[in-house]
T-cell receptor, first 114, second 115 residues
Framework: EAQVTQNPRYLITVTGKKLTVTCSQN?????MSWYRQDPGLGLRQIYY???????DKGDVPEGYKVSRKEKRNFPLILESPSPNQTSLYFC?????????????FGPGTRLTVT | AQTVTQSQPEMSVQEAETVTLSCTYD???????LFWYKQPPSRQMILVIR??????QNATENRFSVNFQKAAKSFSLKISDSQLGDTAMYFC????????????FGQGTTLQVKP
């Protein structure tokens, strides 16, 4: 089944404790992206990747890191999480750039930072 | 500032009736795509419909259609014969610019379909 998977689905952590949210797609898509969703703000793009070893900042990259060493994986790293990073996170992929192609979204990761 | 504006935070409609969700945007591009995504209570985001700006014909997908007014930078979504399964949050989105992969979403409109 073609899909985007994210893990974990739910995470409660404490300020400053490094964490990684994994994202994997099995559709051989070139493009992958991370978003955060907050009430009243919609989805905001954190980072995106047009292909392996190519990443770029979205609108809200501060406090996040990403890497794209393999085509299928695009992990999101929070080196020192803070409470303002409490949010719902989505990973997405598309055949090529999301400005043209349909994005397929993962199921979301609910992160709470206390 | 590059923005996508959905001015209706919440809407409701009776089952089988028609509802229109509004979206306005700004852009300096001439050719681009616009998207409507749906997020039901399950949180799974799925594409509803996509419009190419250079096409004058409005996109249609079954009960979903758009009213695209390029000059006015308006991109509304019309849902005909509303069904209970249409209850969801709907997001309008447009590219920040061509060939960058950056996508800008609106704030979302929560639609409740009532039986």
């Amino acid at each position: 089944e073609a899909q985007v998977t994210q893990n974990p689905r739910y995470l409660i952590t404490v300020t400053g404790k490094k964490l990684t949210v994994t994202c994997s797609q099995n559709m051989n898509h070139e493009y992958m992206s991370w978003y955060r969703q907050d009430p009243g703000l919609g989805l905001r793009q954190i980072y995106y990747s047009m292909n392996v070893e190519v990443t770029d900042k979205g609108d809200v990259p501060e406090g996040y890191k990403v890497s794209r060493k393999e085509k299928r994986n695009f992990p999101l790293i929070l080196e020192s999480p803070s409470p303002n990073q409490t949010s719902l996170y989505f990973c997405a992929s598309s055949l090529r750039g999301a400005e043209t192609y349909e994005q397929y979204f993962g199921p979301g990761t609910r992160l709470t930072v206390t | 500032a590059q923005t996508v504006t959905q001015s209706q935070p919440e809407m409701s409609v009776q089952e089988a009736e028609t509802v229109t969700l509004s979206c306005t945007y700004d852009t300096s591009e001439n050719n681009y795509y616009l998207f409507w995504y749906k997020q039901p209570p399950s949180r799974q985001m799925i594409l509803v419909i996509r419009q190419e700006a250079y096409k004058q014909q409005n996109a249609t997908e079954n009960r979903f259609s758009v009213n695209f007014q390029k000059a006015a930078k308006s991109f509304s979504l019309k849902i005909s014969d509303s069904q209970l399964g249409d209850t969801a949050m709907y997001f309008c989105a447009r590219p920040a610019s061509s060939n960058t992969g950056k996508l800008i979403f609106g704030q979302g409109t929560t639609l409740q379909v009532k039986p």
